[in-house]
């Protein structure tokens, strides 16, 4: 079992910047890729983006890219959401997730494990 904890959300102007953190500790972290989504009010999750387990290769949601950017740290057993240029429209609650296998991917059944989500809210 392995338990992610997420910080860094919190409310923000729109235009204004955020960075998320999710830590999965375990010996196994460095060998997997991790993913984020998000899930909008009375919407369905929705990918945001992925990182294999090296951090070489990268996957974005259109609507973020060039704007969002993923990061790790398999030192820290953590990964990084880096969100700017944020619009009212990126207003969900954000989760991050273990991949089953070092390539990132956009399929929700490929991940194992989830954390608890944490909420990003943009103003206009």
């Known amino acids: 079992q392995v338990q992610l904890h997420e910080s860094g959300g919190g409310l923000v102007q729109a235009g204004g910047s955020l960075r998320l953190s999710c830590e999965a500790p375990g010996r196994t972290f460095s060998s997997l890729a991790m993913g984020w989504s998000r899930q909008a009010p009375g919407m369905g999750g929705e990918f945001v983006g992925a990182i294999s387990s090296s951090g070489i290769n990268t996957d974005y949601l259109d609507s973020v890219k060039g704007r969002f950017t993923i990061s790790r740290e398999n030192a820290k057993s953590t990964v990084y959401l880096q969100m700017n240029s944020l619009k009212p429209e990126d207003t969900a609650v954000y989760y991050c997730?273990?991949?089953?296998?070092?390539?990132?991917?956009?399929?929700?059944?490929?991940?194992?494990?989830w954390g608890q989500g944490t909420q990003v809210t943009v103003s206009s």
């Open positions: 997730a273990v991949d089953s296998d070092p390539y990132p991917s956009r399929r929700k059944y490929e991940y194992d494990y």
